[in-house]
């Protein structure tokens, strides 16, 4: 029954708040047997300080992840992805259960993420595409026109089958631990498609959003298909909560999200509602966006470190949590430092209905690790109640 974590990890089997007293609460959720995904079973995780926070209930200590907690900045990581290209990694259940649980391993962390990439999606239905080291996506022929659509079909289970072996190796490792499953949201697709690669100004994909509603209202419906198949796999196969990514869509004005985005990430919100799963909604530069997209469809909302998290609260509004928001270059600074911002981080959160912390962004690559699992230890410690 108990998660292995695939191999040892003195850290975290020893000393990790939420691993104390496990037996006991696992005899407990069988008792109550909580349902949170639709198989049927009583799920593990239920009652991890993770979903508890997500649900808005009260929590032993406020739960911690790190988004790209999987990655560069983990030695180990290094290790294992030598010599084999990015996407390959994310077809490789084997590559892609050893890199999603080391830092759950190192850090402790109370959630793994599900170690893919927001494109994985659309390469599985065969758009020509790549992920440069150092650069990001790139796209061999952009979307620029109708017949451009072409290259986007449906995506069914057996295109990222992959996907459902990886989770099921991993569900079964973690225990009590949750997976976040996660996808990249229709605008910030969009984006990479639209534009060929990383973009800093949007230029093409604003003007196909100005130039021609019609295709492009198309094209953001086509990709929310693609983006709600690509989660309810991932729920099916066990996640216990999902994250949509739209990472770019701070690009955009107020006005412009909720004509020309909003409709398509609310569609993807809503087609994985019914599962019951927690569904994170997180943005980078989202101070104006907040409220639409809570609006949207999330149950927690996701926020930068630009904003404050109380002031985050008055704009989401009630019945919602939020997960942030320390900077991720914190992390670069004196161990003081880190806990003085991260204090910071507790004193905004303390009004919340649900907080789950975590960076602003994602951890950066050249981040030093230790500094990670310390901030883990010391916001367990901090909240513990
Ligand atoms: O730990 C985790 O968070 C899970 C893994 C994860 C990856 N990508 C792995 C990855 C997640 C959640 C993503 C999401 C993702 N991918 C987003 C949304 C999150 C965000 O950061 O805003 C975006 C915009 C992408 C697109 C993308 N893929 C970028 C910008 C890059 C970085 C390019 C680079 O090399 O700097 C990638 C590649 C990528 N995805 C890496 C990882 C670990 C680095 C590739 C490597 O290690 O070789």
């Known amino acids: 029954m108990r998660g292995r974590l695939g191999g040892t990890s003195a850290r975290a089997a020893q000393g990790h708040p939420h691993r104390a007293g496990h037996f006991f609460i696992r005899a407990k959720i069988r008792v109550v047997s909580a349902i949170d995904r639709p198989t049927g079973q009583p799920s593990q995780t239920y009652d991890s300080a993770f979903l508890k926070a997500c649900r808005r209930e009260p929590v032993p200590h406020t739960p911690v992840w790190f988004m ?48 893919s990439d927001i494109v994985v999606p659309l390469k599985a239905i065969g758009v020509d595409l790549d992920i440069k080291p150092g650069v990001g996506p790139v796209v061999a022929q952009p979307i620029r026109r109708r017949e451009d659509l072409a290259q986007l079909r449906d995506l069914t289970p057996e295109d990222v089958s992959y996907v459902t072996e990886a989770i099921g190796m991993l569900t079964g490792e973690l225990g009590s631990t949750p997976l976040i499953g996660f996808a990249g949201a229709p605008f910030t697709l969009a984006s990479y498609l639209v534009e060929g690669g990383p973009s800093k100004n949007h230029e093409h994909t604003k003007a196909l959003m100005y130039g021609d509603p019609q295709l492009w209202a198309d094209l953001l419906d086509r990709l929310a298909e693609i983006t709600a198949s690509f989660l309810k796999v991932q729920i099916e196969a066990g996640a216990s909560a999902v994250q949509l990514f739209d990472s770019w869509v701070g690009a955009l004005a107020p006005a412009d999200y909720r004509r020309s985005v909003m409709p398509a990430s609310a569609k993807v919100l809503q087609s994985v509602a019914s599962y019951g799963v927690p569904r994170i909604h997180f943005g980078v530069g989202t101070g104006e966006l907040l409220g639409l997209m809570g609006e949207a469809g999330a149950d927690v909302v996701g926020v930068d470190y630009r904003v404050a998290l109380d002031e985050a609260a008055r704009r989401v509004g009630p019945g919602k949590a939020l997960q942030g ?61």
Not at 86 to 114: K, N, W, Y
Not at 354 to 379: I, M
């Open 68 to 115: 790209r907690q999987a990655g560069r900045s983990l030695p180990e990581y290094r290790k294992v992805r030598e010599g084999t290209a990015m996407l390959e990694s994310c077809m490789r259940p084997d590559l892609v259960t050893e890199i999603t649980l080391q830092p759950v391993r190192r850090h402790g962390v109370d959630a793994a993420i599900f170690f």
């Open 325 to 385: 928001n320390l900077d991720p270059a914190v992390l670069f600074s004196t161990e003081d430092a880190v806990r003085g911002k991260a204090d910071e981080v507790l004193a905004a959160a303390a009004g919340l209905e649900g907080h789950v912390f975590n960076l602003g962004h994602g951890v950066l690559p050249t981040t030093d690790p230790d500094a990670l699992t310390r901030l883990v230890d010391y916001v367990h410690t901090r909240t513990q109640r």
